[in-house]
């Protein structure tokens, strides 16, 4: 069974940075694909960026070129560094595991079948 954690969140200003962690009990690697997923008030959940057990990193496009998305093997991490946020980015965002997904659904939420609790995350 696997417990996925996830930390970091809170409130910045549009522009600022936020890094989220995620920690495991249970390995989460292997043939796992892990991301980090995110659901706004109102909305459907969306997936935000993921990581492969290759170390091929996939993004949603409205976050390309300002998250960046990085595991630790050894710390069984999950690590999701946000710089220039924005309002847009304000929601929920989960850590998930997800078991071999082809890779053009790695950011489909229905694919993803342990899940964390949750942190908020609000720019204003």
């Known amino acids: 069974h696997v417990q996925l954690v996830e930390s970091g969140g809170g409130s910045v200003q549009a522009g600022g940075s936020l890094r989220l962690s995620c920690g495991a009990s249970?390995?989460?690697?292997?043939?796992?694909?892990v991301g980090w997923l995110r659901q706004a008030p109102g909305k459907e959940r969306e997936g935000v960026a993921a990581?492969?057990?290759?170390?091929?990193?996939s993004y949603v496009d409205s976050v390309k070129d300002r998250f960046t998305i990085s595991k630790d093997n050894d710390k069984n991490t999950l690590c999701l560094q946000m710089n220039s946020l924005e309002p847009e980015d304000t929601a929920m965002y989960y850590c998930?595991?997800?078991?071999?997904?082809?890779?053009?659904?790695?950011?489909?939420?229905?694919?993803?079948?342990?899940w964390g609790q949750g942190t908020q995350v609000t720019v204003s």
């Open positions: 249970g390995s989460i690697y292997g043939d796992a694909c």
């Open positions: 998930a595991r997800a078991t071999r997904p082809r890779p053009e659904r790695r950011l489909r939420p229905e694919v993803y079948n342990y």
């Open positions: 990581i492969d057990s290759d170390g091929i990193a």
